[in-house]
């Protein structure tokens, strides 16, 4: 147990929970504004059509109207872009969290489940327990590395449970069937419809798809070195994925940053930026000095 705990609450620098956060934060706005837009239109339905899920039955939420996704959609994008200052890191993450989840709720409860968004809801809980922390602050602490370890186990999570679905439910059909070219030739794009005529190659990635993700939590025994080219490994795959049928997991992707040394990258980003022989700039050192 000792060495469980000392695992999961290994110090991580809070710059890189600083660096997760603003992406995750920038990221609500462009999912509710661009990318998962159901819940605005669901409020104009006829609540008949309303099946609570398990968290709406617990809580009692009710049915959407237009005044409710209007306030939680656009009360998402102003807690989102407020959060991004770094001010008030607890209470505008949790608001976020509160209204980013209820708007996806509002979505799921009128018919399909995504569930590439359960990750993404452990991180906008877990992100503000950390408290202050700027992208340039070079401490480290326990939280930090708790939210960070938490969120790595959701994302590693949705792939291994993605693995063990397919078999429960679907059976070894699964990777043993025509699961992939139902889908080319249901969605398809120009740059995979050359596959239909070679299906081997389908079944083939049914397979490599399926043993990658059931042996994804191999992640936590490598390297960084090779952690990081494992995480370069999953974007190239969601990459072809998306080139092959349109569909990305974009939530997903975000917590997989979270295997990332992040203010390592903001430090680079920063240096490049900043004009040769200018001085450092000093911004939040009485937090960084506390």
Known sequence: MNRLAAWLFAPMPLARV?????????????????????????????????????????LHLPAATVLLVETLKWGCVAAAVAAMTGRAPR?????????????????????????????????????PTVGLAHLSDQRRSEAAGFALRAVQLAAVATYFLSAWAKVRFGGWEWVNSATMVRAVVRRGTPWAQWLLEVPWTLHWFQWVLFTAELTSPVIFLLSERWRRRVVAGWFVFHAMTYAAITIAFWPHLVMMLAFLPLEQYAARLRARREPLGSPRPRVFERLTRS
Request: glycine share 8%; hydrophobic share 60%.
């Open 18 to 58: 600083a660096v997760l956060r603003l992406l995750v934060f920038a990221f609500v706005v462009v999912d509710v504004l661009l990318l998962h837009t159901s819940g605005w239109y669901h409020g104009y339905a006829d609540p008949v059509w309303y099946e609570p899920l398990v968290m709406g039955r617990v």
């Open 91 to 127: 209470l505008l993450g949790w608001a976020v969290a509160v209204g980013w989840t209820w708007y996806q709720y509002v979505a799921f409860s009128y018919g399909k489940v995504d569930h590439d968004r359960a990750d993404f809801v452990v991180a906008l809980v877990l992100l």
